[in-house]
């Protein structure tokens, strides 16, 4: 059974950084496309950040020069490091994983960006 549990969420003020982690199990993490997507109120959900099982990485515009995605393939982990924070990131942030057309999901951990 696969799982995917993200945590690090939370309310940080613009300018602000947090970290979020997603722990994968039930899967061959070394092998996966590993990577954060966010969906904010009304609007769909969207890439922020990928990361191959290669090691090669793609960030949205949006948050190039902002945020860095990571893996540690020894402890199953992705990490996304946030920082320069700003309102417009406010959203539920999603971990997945993929390895062949169809992706598995995280349960999603709020990012909430407010003064």
């Known amino acids: 059974q696969v799982q995917l549990v993200e945590s690090g969420g939370g309310l940080v003020e613009p300018g602000g950084s947090l970290r979020l982690s997603c722990a994968a199990s039930?899967?061959?993490?070394?092998?996966?496309?590993m990577g954060w997507h966010r969906q904010a109120p009304g609007k769909q959900r969207e890439m922020v950040a990928v990361?191959?099982?290669?090691?090669?990485?793609d960030y949205a515009d949006s948050v190039k020069g902002r945020f860095t995605i990571s893996r540690d393939n020894a402890k199953n982990t992705v990490n996304l490091q946030m920082n320069s924070l700003k309102p417009e990131d406010t959203a539920v942030y999603y971990c997945?994983?993929?390895?062949?057309?169809?992706?598995?999901w995280g349960q999603g951990t709020q990012v909430t960006v407010s003064p």
């Open positions: 997945y994983a993929r390895y062949t057309t169809t992706p598995y």
């Open positions: 039930g899967i061959i993490f070394s092998r996966y496309v």
């Open positions: 990361i191959s099982s290669g090691g090669g990485i």
